[in-house]
């Protein structure tokens, strides 16, 4: 259940009381030369209210905010994809020096391919994962050497060569090419086609089939699903440095339970027998195998006797002499580090985390030239980053403190430098911020911000470490991205994304409130909130409230970032809009995130209680007009909170509710409520079914009808539930849509139901 959620940030919690709102600092303003180019700019002089109609229209009114960006590994060129003015929905490929010299379009999705054909329903499948609901150039990745950028498109792969700007089609096939990639040394194109890997020769141009036995069941170089799902892992393939070596997967899916999914739209409805595995089901079986490129021979990796594990992560050597293999035990409560031989599949365990709980999969293990690596564990209650040598001994830890790392970011090893993103201020933990850090390889010193404090930065570095993308935003700057050197000066604009007039979003600034945030205590833990108020916001009368929440596992939602048009949409119709960080929510401490072990809906709902209770106590709160809105996890919640007396909800919005933990799939569900046989008492709790003869309010339900990740069953056993109680409620159900709703007039559609909804059981309609 991968989540993408905006957030916001603030003072160090440690000096704020229960209740307390925090002190609204604005960041310091800096000249273009340093390293947070935020800008200020007079209000508009015409106003306008914002309305669902213009919010789901183009232009974005998030303004041009480049995708995907990355630097060249010399860190000389920065690629990006950039939406078409005459399409949104579909991305070209431009790229800018990194010195002097406008950005330039360098794959133009539409001379190439006019004519989109319709995706292969695999595709559409490998996108949903990814959370890709655009068309054109979605995804490209550059060789190790800088020369070429690999670009598949609608199905096919083109490469455009840095040198002379040329774009050369490499496959022009009816089945779709996915997971593209060039060899590092520049050599070979690979892809995966029909369940098999191809590579190709870029001299000769010879196409050659690495396997030929995927087909059905059986798949060879991609993740199967709850990798790509629960994992955080795309990838079913590595080259090793040298070419020597491509470590690859195969997956046999025959052992995974049939779930029959009606895939319902507009035109009819398909029966797809979905290969889902439960919680408590078995998994796909996945191998490792090396095969050597020029010789063609194969080994299998030993990845031990138990084939009910996860293939968490596999990374190579510098050298390339060595593969490394992130082992997780089916429970997940076991990480194994095996460092294998390619040339014989020959494994041994080097290093071992364990939790009571469960062991977190990161993206931040790095093998350096020495031969030594960088790994983070959670062992001192905090993720952080230690230095290990290549026989898995620990050196030294690279980070401490009190607040937990976000992510290796690079690693300079010229300079020693190490360079990672975290929530912190003063080695004290700031959850509704984010910026990058500075540190040492060589010895555990305290860490220097490279990136200003006030906001949100996301950063991403070349290989080298010399020099970083850093994406922006605040309370008052829209998403913006730039070039910077290590040191964190500024070098020139990506996407300037300046807020002034021309801007989409300008004729509704001087109507944007800006958030306040505060602090609650539960159980001994600091909850984070935020509260927008409607314009012309008066505290002598009385307000509804929206409390908008996920409150699963995730990055958190509570942050001093830029804020989503919805909330002024909602602000505009009158209502304070409340988010609250519950317990289990956010990248924080590991006590913080295991609070929900194996009692998901318990703490969250009684967080959200804490934070209901808290608004009832402002004079300016209607307590019994207060309704909660979300999806997924967050529909989850809205039902669990609807039906909680404690809250005392009027209304709530629940979309694509997960409803019975068992329907979900093993490695989301598991990690955090082990399996239903063996915590009969917490499933049962978490199961919505039981609960509904408690709801205090109406209830508004969302679901897609193709929905293949929360299958559209977790919603009709509540429409069969309440229809068998003659219990009154609403219902959208979306044909044709997945996880999530896709486009500006399904989009429009949903946001005009949701203000409709409120309207009548908390706005003007309601009383």
Known sequence: MR?????????PLSLLGAGQALAQTAPAQTAPAQTAPAQTSPAPVDTAVLTPERV?????????????????????????????????????????????????????????????????????????????????????????????????????????????????RLTETAADEIDAKVSPKGGFVSFVRDQNLYILDLTTGAETAITTDGKDLITWAS???????????????????????????????????????LDITGGGATTI?????????????????????AAGARVKVDLGANTDIYLGRVNWSSDGRTLYVQRLSRDQKTLDLL????????????????????????????ALKSGDFIWSTEETGWRHLYLYNR???????????????????????????????????????????????????????????????????GVSMNRTATAY????????????????????????????????EGHPYWPYASRRQTPTFGTLDSHGETLVWQMTTPPGFDPSKKYPVVMQVYGGPSGGGVRKGWQPSTTQLLNEAGYIVFRLDN?????????????????????????????????????????????????????????????????????????????????YDTAYTERYMSTPEANREGYAASDVIPRLPNLTGRLLLMHGMADDNVILENSTRVIDALQARSTPFELMLWPGQRHGVRGNARQLTQWRTYLDFLDRTIGTRSH
């Open 223 to 261: 993740a199967e699903f709850i990798a790509q799902e629960e994992l955080d892992r795309d990838q079913g393939y590595w080259w090793s440095p040298d070419e020597k070596y491509i470590a690859l997967q195969r997956t046999d899916e025959s052992t995974v339970d049939i779930i029959p999914r």
């Open 583 to 663: 317990r289990g929510e956010g990248d924080r401490s590991a006590a913080f995130k295991q609070a929900l072990y194996l009692k998901m809906g318990q703490p969250e709902i009684e967080d959200q209680v804490l934070g209901a209770n808290y608004l009832r106590s402002l004079p300016y709160v209607d307590a019994d007009r207060i309704a909660m809105m979300g999806w997924s996890y967050g529909g989850f919640m809205s039902l669990m909170a609807l039906t909680e007396p404690d809250m005392g909800l009027a209304s709530a919005i629940a979309g694509a509710p997960p409803t019975e933990w068992g329907l």
């Open 469 to 500: 993308v850093g994406n922006y935003s605040d309370l008052q700057t829209p998403p913006q991205s730039g070039l910077y050197r290590a040191d964190g000066t500024f070098i020139r604009w990506i996407e300037q994304n300046e807020l002034k």
């Open 339 to 366: 460092s294998v031989d390619p040339a014989t599949g020959a494994s041994r365990v080097i290093a071992t985390q364990t939790s009571n709980a469960w062991v977190p999969l990161t993206h931040d293990f790095k």
């Open 391 to 457: 026989d898995g001994r620990r050196l030294r830890a690279i980070t401490s403190g009190q607040y937990p790392v976000k992510g290796l970011n690079g690693v300079n090893e010229t300079t020693g430098e190490v360079f990672f993103s975290a929530s912190m201020r003063d080695g004290k933990e700031l959850p509704i911020e984010q910026q990058m850090f500075r540190t040492s390889l060589r010895r555990t010193t305290a860490p220097v911000a490279v990136t200003p404090a006030g906001g949100w930065w």
């Open 56 to 168: 789901f229209s183009d232009p974005s009114l998030g303004g041009p905010v480049a995708q995907g960006v990355s630097l060249s590994p010399d860190g000389e060129l920065v690629a990006f994809l950039r939406a078409r003015p005459d399409d949104v929905q579909v991305l070209d490929l431009w790229a800018a020096p990194t010195g002097s010299g406008e950005p330039f379009k360098l794959i133009d999705a539409r001379a190439l391919v006019p004519d989109a054909g319709e995706l292969s329903e695999a595709e559409k499948a490998r996108r949903e994962r990814m959370r890709i609901s655009q068309r054109g150039v979605v995804e490209y990745s550059w060789d190790e050497q800088g020369r070429y950028i690999l670009a598949p498109l609608e199905g096919d792969i083109f490469l455009a060569a840095r040198a002379d700007g040329t774009v050369r």
């Open 3 to 11: 989540n993408r959620l905006l957030a916001s940030v603030f003072a």
């Open 273 to 293: 027998q979905q290969r889902y595995p439960r919680a408590g089901r078995p998994n796909a079986v996945v191998e490792l195998y090396v095969q050597d490129r």
